[in-house]
């Protein structure tokens, strides 16, 4: 009789284990945000990072990254780096540049340069870094430095595709044209395996002859 309990309590056990299997399995949710204006329009280069998601292993070597100078514009005009990663700044024009930024996730300038500047630039805490040229004003470029791998930019039609291995998470919310400021970020909760629409309040780009604000402390 013992025996046949203890059989029992090892099939009872076995279907319990493959139960909870299916169940985390299950739990995962392949989910889409569509991002959008005030004004209903589709909303590009946003950025979406999950909260509480797993930081970058010190063990793994992340590759460099590429902010370029080509027509006195950053190229790409927002790099989305780990936390920790380095940031190259070639330039490739055929005048100098003088990058900086006032930015409390990363403070720094890169003097009067052409070509090749001696070293990269680590970027090793999280948060909004805004860059500018001292010579040309109209430069204006970002660097969003994200705490965990789960990182993600919205393509041209505002979409964003993402799997999320638990239900309810949480999201931030970034985008360089939000009216709240630059150090902001909108947090939302996911609830559904539903299509989900966010909506960020921008504002038109300001002429760019001038930093302005954007430059002012309290913008990370």
Not at 43 to 53: D, K, T
Request: hydrophobic residues 40%; proline residues 5%; positive net charge.
């Amino acid at each position: 009789m013992f025996k046949r309990a203890l059989q029992k309590y090892a099939k009872h056990s076995y279907f319990l284990a493959i139960g909870l299997f299916y169940s985390q399995f299950a739990s995962s949710a392949d989910i889409n945000l569509v991002l959008e204006d005030q004004h209903g329009q589709k909303l590009s280069g946003a950025v979406i990072e999950l909260i509480n998601a797993s930081t970058h292993s010190a063990s793994k070597t992340l590759p460099l990254a590429v902010m370029d100078q080509v027509h006195k514009q950053f190229l790409p005009e927002l790099l989305v780096v780990q936390q920790g990663q380095q940031v190259n700044f070639p330039n490739s024009d055929n005048i100098r540049h003088h990058v900086y930024s006032f930015s409390q996730a990363k403070p720094f300038q890169l003097r009067l340069y052409s070509g090749q500047p001696k070293e990269p630039i680590t970027f090793d805490q999280q948060g909004v870094v805004v860059l500018g040229c001292n010579i040309h004003d109209s430069m204006v470029g970002y660097i969003y430095v994200a705490s965990s791998e789960s990182v993600y930019k919205s393509d041209k039609k505002g979409l964003i595709s993402l799997t999320l291995d638990t239900l309810p998470a949480q999201v931030s919310v970034w985008h360089p044209l939000q009216t709240a400021p630059l150090e902001n970020k909108k947090i939302i909760t996911i609830n559904s395996q539903k299509q989900l629409l966010v909506t960020v309040n921008t504002s038109s780009p300001a002429p760019r002859n001038t930093f302005g604000s954007k430059f002012k402390a309290g913008n990370d």
